[in-house]
């Protein structure tokens, strides 16, 4: 097996997200998310039995301090170690009080690879690893981070001082040279926060050629009192290299800059973790973390990020409160496993994750009714969303979070070949009383709410039943029209749940309203100029209203993951590429393109990716690899390996 | 209130204690200790709110990163705010990756005190503080250690290298002036130890006046390839001040010898914490510290390493494993906390550790039996003792244990006005249990095992159903002759369970032997040249033997924590002063110390001291605490504080 650096299973993820969680930054103030904290564990033994019928040398190499144990003998770290034939059992003691312990075994025989166990001295698992960490030379509490110098593309003296334009967001740390006196530097997403020198998020004063500046994300910078027409500074970007599987170039110039838009955002939120916004937060937010998985799959198809995200946020097995305290969140991370897993067929990731997917349900579990509800307790956040909506008591959207987290976990159980009875008799009685107490008939839609009275309608849950396939086609039409189509029916206010609404928009067949959407919102951020797509956009606000929110001017993340949704969208609905199996075995096409008289695309499936080229009122497809059918209205159409099947583009 | 640096509860001990635990070191390696270890909480919030009748200032000082919120405005830290009158709730936000979250609040009206909460996100309670931070300028990352130079008492050329020696045991590092060449240095708590240098347990080389060495003990220095006839070393003594409020002085050379050691001893063993010997292991063991307790209370009286050492060993909340891995020692960390409160009636402790007391409480019942008998489970340590026990099913010592647990639990509930009839009803029930199924009337004494049907009869059992009241008298004398001064029970074998039972055959009136025990067993390390008092003494070796322990040629800790009791024994004993209400309120003397005929004599009680004075046949009684009463075979005699109190010797 290969060789890597090794921890304790998640302690790598656990410990980084914690300092990823610990980065965020507003005027001055240095400001941690505010939940429960775990950190990696701090004293640990990795542990293997090896028959040896040759002598071998090996050395384990390590960051931290310890010793090593053969068949109960005491040997140094860092040293060559010579064994005879024979059994030889071998206990790694590792400990540091503020890093990672983590070991690298070099040796012909003897080497560190996933087949060794880690024990936290209650606890043990195989060991935790990545390919970020293949080399003895590596380090994994030194992220390889990639690094890009920048120059600006133009200043412009204003205000007494200088105005410094990147010419798009970028996260950055600034290099200046050749100044003559100590500068303040402020940073602005946009020009309008750069040159607002009380308000801006980020700023810094004495800088001179030998400061060093953190990673801060901006396009623009603002230098008061500087007079010089220009300045030497350089941005250097700093980022997780990780490759962009898609393209997508079409007639339609605006979908273009959304499509690069989305992506180049998708990638600014998208190092290590998942993080919200590259300004503002950047925190792990579960929420977040679930839809930026759907735009991986169409773009980076990039599956440590997914991974990495999904241990960061649950942390060690002991559960101290919901993830970022919010009740959905727990439940989306549990779904986002199984999403994980068809995306990538990927295992070892369910196998290793299963204790700690256990727990988190029995964690939900153990707050429901005899009916099976799901409820909010004491400290407990029932968020779905900001709209306003009937909590009163149980709430619909969240018995549809907790199906679809059953219906994952039941799932995840049988590919482990492990008993799911539990679950699928929990899954099905939570079914009918779902159905049974918050389906109006009369009303032909989910209710919030059936302890109120109010058999108030929101859109949340019934866009999840659709989602979550909990109705049937008689009720997802009644949805569509009693609710996700009627403009009587409040309608959302936030991009996170907008995604979900797009989603079922595009399941239930409303691909041009979904269309135009995405021309209108996504598009009104690109014709303001945005490189980025923002937290949010309100067409009833204009000029600097554009970047206040959470009642602060700049309080608004003008580089927001989850504003990458159209990638997923065009991908999923448009394309119609979907896996029909895990990790795309077998995958169907079914494109709806009549929107596009020329386009060029390429999407990821695992281990390959399909092409779409749309000229002539045609559509070729072309994959490389197998498993994939074209289906048409009137056809399904075997899509051989590297050969390319030609459909009508209507 | 006084004013202090704040933190969670706990987190400063549980932080600095992993920092303990992992300064083991031998032989080049570094051994951390065998268990799971808790680190800090990383994320805290500190909170108060004020109602201000008056304008005030303040500033939050921290070390590590944060802000403030104040009725939900944002303020920086280390700047001075400003607030109106009015309600003001004030939540400050502190992080730290590797250090203890921890602030120092100043100013007239708002400043850190035992009265701000913490908070983890999760629990808060009221802050952990302590009397070693009481300065802006303090810093709880840095712990105020005392240092102390010493020079070598004589230097001798030796081997070719040149032996240092320091006249007695040390904890301390070295500084080398006026080297010619780099030099290797070998340490010994004996002379054998530095001498040999392939087996002495700390060496270094390479050493220059540059280089920086940490603190180790050790009596002598041997350094290999060493010509000259001196070198320019001190040793930097670092240590945590205590005041000790013992004095001892009589006409037995040998034994005024012994109580020096012994105050040796137990000092260098006690810093922040407990630790079992200052050269191998120092690490936290509950069951040194158990009767360090002891040790403690009849010299420096310093209730601060106690309730340190308390937390540290507990850990978080959330309970993982026994502490160091072994069931006794969980009991044993429940009734320290009780003789603690008996020492101090120290309630707000009480009140702070009582959640943890409760969770260890539950962890123990989780596995007792219908009988309510505690056994082991796969990964518990049924320690005891090292001597051979019959351990088939439930073992009577464990018992003995868990009812002085329960009893311990129940008075603490009681002091806090909590309810305490469940664990009153778990105790009566279990006292009945094992006197019925444990209790052998033939033998006359408990059996180890009644489920092996061996009917096994050893020590540990017997010893401690004196120690903990569990026997009435007439069990007691029949323990006394059939076990205790039984020649076919077989003898104890470490020094650990001699305590207890140097403990029980005191309190059963064998003061006789044990005053001969101390002379012959504490002595005779004494005589060996001992400064400090050894892990164990075996008489049955001689030479270089003696200081071999667990296989290893160096492996006995000549400086070991637990072999301070002697000091216990005399001051609780002898003197015969004991607490008969929490914190000494009320305390009585009944010395037995026909055995002097000279002795100077003083011992501390709460926030006050005893004072003897042998002469003449008379002892002389002086305290300057209310509440004592002198005990004689034929009268009790109030003490007032200043008059002195004269009873015949005898």
Redo the contacts between chains.
């Keep these: 097996m290969k060789n890597y650096w090794i921890w304790f299973p998640g302690d790598f993820e656990i410990h980084e997200g ?2 990823q ?2 980065t965020r930054e ?12 775990d ?1 990696c ?3 640990v033994k990795f542990e293997h039995a090896y028959d040896l019928h040759t002598p071998t040398t090996f050395t384990v190499h390590t960051h931290q ?3 090593i144990t053969i068949n109960d003998t ?4 860092n040293e060559p170690i010579t064994l005879k034939p024979g059994h030889q059992d071998i206990v790694i ?1 590792i ?1 540091s ?2 890093e990672l312990p983590t070991v690298w075994i070099e040796g012909e025989l003897i080497h560190s690879d996933p087949s060794w166990l880690a024990d ?3 606890i043990q698992r195989p060991v935790g690893y990545s390919d970020l960490f293949t080399k003895q030379t590596d380090n994994p509490a030194h992220i390889p981070y990639a690094h890009k110098e920048i120059a600006p593309v133009s200043f412009q003296s204003q205000n007494g001082g200088l105005l410094v334009d990147f010419g798009k967001e970028i996260n950055a740390s600034l290099k200046f040279k050749n100044l003559k006196k100590a500068i303040t530097v402020c940073y602005g997403e946009s020009q309008t926060e750069a040159l607002d020198t009380k308000m801006c998020y980020y700023q810094q004063s004495g800088i001179t050629e030998h400061t060093k500046i953190p990673k801060r994300a901006f396009r623009y910078l603002f230098i008061p009192d500087f007079t010089a027409p220009s300045v030497d500074v350089t941005a250097d970007c700093i980022f997780l290299p990780m490759t962009n599987h898609s393209a997508f170039s079409s007639d339609n110039e605006l979908v273009n800059k959304i499509w690069d838009a989305s992506i180049r955002t998708f990638k600014l939120c998208s190092d290590l973790f998942y993080i919200d916004g590259i300004k503002r937060d950047r925190w792990i937010w579960g929420g977040d973390a679930y839809q930026d998985n759907f735009i991986n799959q169409y773009s980076f198809f990039n599956e440590d990020v997914d991974k990495r995200t999904i241990l960061a946020l649950r942390g060690h097995d ?1 559960i ?2 919901h993830i970022n ?1 919010i009740v959905d969140y727990s439940m989306l991370w549990i779904i986002s496993i199984y999403n994980h897993y068809q995306m990538t067929t990927d295992k070892e990731f369910l196998q290793m994750i299963m204790p700690r997917m256990e727990q988190m349900m029995d964690y939900l579990l153990a707050q429901t009714n005899d009916l099976g509800f799901i409820y909010g307790r004491d400290g407990d956040w029932i968020f779905v969303d900001w709209s306003a909506m009937d909590k009163d008591g149980t709430v619909a959207a969240e018995q549809m979070f907790l199906l679809q987290s059953l219906k994952s976990i039941m799932t995840a159980k049988k590919v482990l070949g492990q008993p799911a009875t539990k679950y699928q008799k929990l899954f099905e009685s939570l079914k009918a009383n779902t159905l049974r107490y918050f389906w109006d008939n009369e009303k032909g839609a989910f209710i919030d709410s059936y302890e109120s009275g109010k058999r108030h309608v929101t859109r949340h849950a019934n866009i999840l039943a659709v989602l979550f396939d909990i109705v049937d086609e008689e009720k997802q039409q009644a949805i569509l029209h009693n609710v996700l189509l009627n403009d009587q029916i409040t309608q959302l206010t936030t991009p996170y749940f907008k995604f979900f609404e797009q989603d079922a928009l595009c399941k239930l067949g409303q691909l041009s309203q979904v269309y135009q959407t995405i021309q209108d919102y996504w598009g009104a951020m690109i014709k303001l100029g945005a490189t980025t797509i923002w937290e949010e956009y309100d067409p009833t606000v204009s000029g600097k209203e554009h970047y206040a929110m959470y009642g602060d001017p700049f309080g608004k993340s003008l580089c927001h993951a989850w504003g990458g949704s159209p990638v997923y969208l065009l991908g999923r609905y448009f394309m119609g590429l979907q896996p029909t199996a895990p990790g795309y075995a077998t995958f169907t096409i079914h494109p709806h393109l009549s929107m596009f008289n020329e386009l060029q695309c390429s999407l990821p499936v695992k281990n390959g990716a399909v092409h779409y080229h749309v000229h002539d009122g045609k559509i070729d497809l072309r994959t490389d690899h197998s498993g994939g059918t074209v289906i048409t209205d009137s056809e399904k159409i075997e899509l051989q390996p590297q050969q390319t099947v030609t459909i009508a583009n209507n």
Tied chains: 1, 2.
């Excluded at 507003?26 to 904290?37: D, K, L, N, Q, T």
């Design positions: 914690m300092l969680n610990f507003e005027r001055g103030m240095r400001w941690p998310a505010y939940w429960y904290s950190d564990y701090k004293n301090q310890g010793y005491k040997y140094r770290v003691y400990f009080a503020d936290n001295y209650v002991e101290h409160q305290t």
